[in-house]
């Protein structure tokens, strides 16, 4: 199957998971658009890393109205005229909100995603990245993000935890899961290749894709 059908690829996953790394050359290959995730924009992030409870409602509703603006503006695209590969989905979104926030502000958070979720798109395909969370580790912090050095190692297992249960229950759009432990997409063009011969050739709304050492 050719890849002509993806007009819209979404690829998603935990911290570390190499999802924006993916995204980039996913677009090259395909000569698509890309839509990333913007952490430097946000003022509250640095400060959530270091006080949770204090700043994670503004940490989250800044993403959550940065993320809007961008996919509603996707949404009036004519996606059939042109591609994007973006490293974020929407519909995740409320994943970190769980995670993070306090049930009250939850309640809040709620209430506000009700309103904007209807305006996002769905993608013609999700690429969902696992990695164990020791690789999630090792990969955090050899990038040596300076906001990142402060996340533990319990927030990352949590964090890996909530994407696999969500994406458990996730059916809006195809997803290809790939564990990503034993591939390097970036680096190693061999596995970049094996990557798109399993996008081409998926026949159902999920599948699950894996090298062994």
Do not use: C, W
């Amino acid at each position: 199957m050719a890849l002509s059908k993806y007009r819209y690829i979404v690829v998603e996953g935990p911290i570390g998971v190499g999802k924006t790394s993916l995204t980039q050359r996913l677009a090259d290959y395909l000569g698509a658009k890309t839509l990333l995730e913007k952490p430097q924009d946000n003022p509250f992030l640095a400060r959530f890393y270091q006080d949770p409870a204090r700043y994670a409602l503004p940490t989250q509703l800044f993403f959550l109205f940065q993320r809007i603006n961008e996919v509603r503006d996707l949404a009036q695209m004519d996606l059939f005229s042109s591609r994007t590969v973006s490293d974020y989905l929407f519909d995740k979104d409320a994943l970190f909100a769980r995670l993070t926030l306090s049930e009250e502000e939850f309640k809040l958070y709620q209430t506000i995603y009700q309103s904007l979720v209807l305006q996002a798109p769905v993608p013609d395909l999700v690429i969902y990245l696992q990695a164990s969370t020791g690789a999630l580790i090792e990969r955090v912090q050899r990038r040596g993000h300076r906001h990142e050095r402060t996340i533990s190692d319990d927030y990352l297992t949590k964090l890996a935890t909530s994407y696999g249960e969500f994406f458990h229950h996730y059916d809006a759009a195809p997803v290809l899961i790939v564990n990503s432990d034993n591939l390097n997409f970036v680096d190693e063009d061999d596995d970049f290749e094996l990557l798109i011969e399993r996008i081409k050739n998926m026949r159902g709304p999920r599948e699950f894709f894996s090298l062994g050492v």
